[in-house]
């Protein structure tokens, strides 16, 4: 069992997709601070110096016995925004990849030589046949 662990565990395509995991954590988390710490700071700069993340709708406010429940529809927006990013992202990398694929496909062959005529056939194998009697 554990030999067969160690083929399925090292073929290309898990080892790809563990790169690719740990790539797109790393790429989600720039993007997270991209969002959070320029777009969303002149985003509320823009819409009249408010802070995004602090937008919310409190439903219950806080006393002595409970907290304030809200909900806090900024930090979805920003999340939202997040991911429009990401995919965004990941889409254009997409494209890119399979564009290049397609003109690498596109490549024309060389042409085939073309099809001799019966009596270029017959001349080639008269020619063959003198040179073998010389």
């Keep these: 069992m554990l030999e067969e662990f ?11 997709l563990a790169v690719g995991v740990v790539i797109g954590g790393a790429f989600g988390k720039i993007v997270t601070s991209l969002v959070n710490d320029l777009i969303m700071p002149l985003l509320g700069l823009v819409l009249g110096r408010i802070d995004l993340t602090s937008l919310k709708l409190v439903l219950r406010q806080a006393n ?5 429940l809200a909900l806090t529809y900024g930090n979805f927006l920003q999340n939202i925004l997040d991911f ?15 564009n290049l694929k397609k003109k690498e496909e596109e490549e024309p062959e060389p042409p085939a030589p073309p099809e001799l005529s019966n009596e270029e056939k017959l001349l080639t194998e008269i020619r063959d046949l003198l040179k073998n009697k010389v």
């Design 64 to 68: 002595e016995a409970t907290g304030e």
């Design 6 to 16: 160690k083929k399925f565990a090292l073929r290309g395509n898990v080892v790809d």
């Design 84 to 98: 429009l990013i990401i995919s965004f992202s990941i889409f254009i990398a997409i494209r890119t990849i399979n």
